[in-house]
């Protein structure tokens, strides 16, 4: 059965509105999943309408791709790790980018046998192999970084902008003499010098930025999709790379904002380095007039608490600790202890990586909540437990204009009767800026690994009896 | 209106359908939410089917589109594979 292009169309049309239903599904937890079969059935729809037109007639390579494809990603989505969320993500991002350009390329190579060239499209095909491929190799870098395969720290040098300012202007340039003339070389290097540009966007940027690179990346590849529909005349690609394109920009926003920070500030300015490991953090903090206490001290608090409120970040994920968090949350709790976790939009590496790690230790999302909802709560509680954060509570933030980190908006832990800060060392956070919590009256900080000292917790509750 | 236009019309209003459905998120789900975008920028599927697929294509326009094919297949199967694993971990509260 062949379809007709206009059965085709309405197909494509009913696909679309499944993958906006898909998202729109994303509002609450209790529909998210079944946005998600939504999202499925649109894709299947899309992909078996795309093989029953006229246009498809040789199905052998596409078996082969399809086929491998399915068996590669499945097992990437089976076998991931939670905490490797952000790396899988940066993969996928590449791979979109790199589709795009091959798509690009083969159907300048199809069009050219045709004798259907012309310059909107060859302008379009330009626009559609410079997004994906700085989508690709922004990508790879960004997965580079978070993998610790290459340094998470800002790689900066004098006259990068206008080097970047340069290739940039250099690599449009080339494009639109590919449009104008249909020049195979220009077409090269144009694809050339994208895919450097993507490596020197990147690179300044620091590991503390990675949930606004993750972001912006997510939206280029949309960018990518929607090009590669505009090359195609497919209305489905351009919407579907319309949204996607919006979804990483509003969250690129959403994450800017809570740093206070402009996203200009974030491509350019590169701050956070991974300098700066302590060397005995103990004597550190008794020369800092910082007070340091013991695992029972914090138990102690905590047992005979109301209110404890758990601050997650990205130490939290590297310690693995959120499994012992959840143990302790329900012994806690059977002391008629209430537990909350509070979390800051940019806690972790990428967009509320936070929330997907508790998920996965079944603490139910009821008790985890976003920055504007807890922060009124903090001046009720009697303990607030920092594990594994550190810039997004530092008062620093809202006392001290000279600090690189003022005007972020910052979860109040300050506020509680007790704050216990799970440490490994002095370091200072990403930001490089010194926390002024830390020498807080009633702040204690708990040296060690977050995983081992929540263990600790764990034993000293369950031992019980003070 | 040629269709190049039709195109930007399309473009234009679905940002503007973007913008509205993406502030809906919660941002508890952010992190689903980029893999289920992840899954679903796999699109570029079609693209690729098409190239590959089309009678006549030059072997390296079908090379390349094979390998189009591949990437995006592991993006939409492990897009929404993991997103659904992620969802599947999302509980309420039983005691409430």
Redesign the interface.
């Known amino acids: 059965m062949e379809l007709s292009s206009n059965t085709q169309a309405i197909a494509y049309l009913v696909s679309a509105v499944l993958?906006?239903f898909?998202?729109?599904g994303?509002?609450?937890?209790?529909s998210?999943?079944k946005?998600?079969y939504y999202?499925?059935a649109?894709?299947a729809l899309?992909?078996a309408a795309?093989?029953m037109g006229a246009?498809?007639?040789?199905?052998g390579?596409?078996i082969?791709?399809?086929a491998?494809?399915?068996v590669?990603?499945?097992i990437?989505?089976?076998r991931?790790e939670?905490t490797a969320?952000p790396q899988?993500?940066a993969a996928?991002?590449s791979?979109?980018g790199?589709?795009?350009v091959?798509?690009a390329?083969?159907?300048y190579?199809?069009k050219a046998?045709a004798g259907q060239l012309n310059p909107?499209l060859m302008g379009?095909l330009s626009a559609g192999i410079i997004i994906g491929a700085i989508t690709f190799t922004g990508s790879v870098i960004a997965f580079g970084k978070l993998q610790g395969l290459i340094s998470g720290a800002p790689v900066k040098f004098s006259g990068q902008h206008l080097l970047n300012a340069l290739i940039g202007l250099l690599t449009l340039g080339l494009g639109v003499h590919f449009a104008m003339t249909g020049n195979m070389a220009s077409l090269a290097l144009m694809t050339l010098l994208a895919f450097v540009i993507g490596v020197t966007l990147i690179i300044p940027i620091g590991g503390a930025d990675m949930p606004v690179i993750?972001?912006m990346l997510?939206s280029y590849?949309?960018w990518?999709?929607?090009a590669?529909?505009?090359?195609?005349?497919?209305?489905?690609?351009?919407?579907?790379?319309?949204?996607?394109?919006?979804?990483?920009a509003?969250?690129s926003y959403?994450m800017c904002r809570a740093m206070n920070r402009s996203i200009i500030n974030v491509v350019f300015g590169g701050f956070g380095s991974d300098a700066g490991a302590g060397e005995s953090a103990g004597a550190q903090a008794a020369e800092k007039g910082v007070k340091s206490a013991a695992v029972e001290d914090a138990v102690y608090w905590m047992e005979d608490a109301n209110k404890v409120i758990i601050i997650p970040g990205y130490g939290m994920a590297v310690a693995q600790a959120q499994h012992a968090l959840k143990e302790m949350m329900e012994l806690l709790?059977a002391r008629e202890v209430e537990v909350k976790f509070a979390?800051h939009?940019v806690a972790g590496r990428?967009?509320?990586?936070m929330?997907?790690l508790l998920?996965?230790a079944?603490i139910?999302?009821?008790?985890?909540l976003?920055m504007d909802e807890i922060n009124s709560e903090f001046a009720t509680a009697d303990v607030a437990l920092v594990v594994g954060a550190n810039d997004v509570v530092n008062p620093a933030a809202k006392s001290d204009p000279s600090s690189p980190i003022y005007g972020m908006p910052i979860l109040e832990a300050g506020k509680a009767r007790q704050v216990y800060f799970l440490k490994r060392s002095m370091r200072p956070g990403y930001s490089g800026v010194n926390n002024l919590l830390f020498y807080q009256e009633n702040t204690s900080l708990v040296f060690g690994d977050a995983k081992d000292t929540i263990e600790g917790m764990v034993t000293a509750l369950k031992g019980g009896g003070h | 209106m040629p269709d190049t236009l039709v195109a930007l019309y399309v473009f234009v209003l679905s940002c503007f359908i973007g913008y509205w459905v993406i502030w809906g998120v919660t941002p508890a789900l952010h992190t689903p939410l980029v893999a289920l975008t992840n899954a679903i920028s796999g699109i570029v599927i079609v693209g690729a089917l098409l190239v590959t697929g089309l009678e006549g294509a030059g072997s390296s326009a079908e090379i390349m589109g094979f390998f189009a094919v591949l990437l995006a297949s592991i993006n939409v199967f492990g897009g929404f594979l993991v997103t659904n694993r992620m969802l599947a971990m999302f509980k309420k509260d039983k005691k409430k």
């Open positions: 993958f906006i898909a998202l729109k994303l509002t609450h937890p209790a998210a999943r946005g998600n999202g499925m649109g894709m899309a992909i795309t093989l246009e498809v007639q040789s199905y390579f596409i082969a791709g399809v491998a494809g399915a590669i990603g499945t990437l989505a089976m991931v939670m969320m899988l993500v996928l991002h791979f979109v790199l589709a795009a091959l798509v390329i083969g159907t190579l199809n046998a909107v379009e993750i972001s997510n590849s949309g990518a999709a929607a590669t529909g505009f090359t195609l005349g497919n209305n489905l690609l351009i919407i579907v790379g319309a949204i996607v394109g919006f979804s990483g509003i969250l959403i709790e979390i939009p990428m967009p509320g990586h929330n997907v998920a996965e079944d139910p999302y009821d008790n985890v976003e």
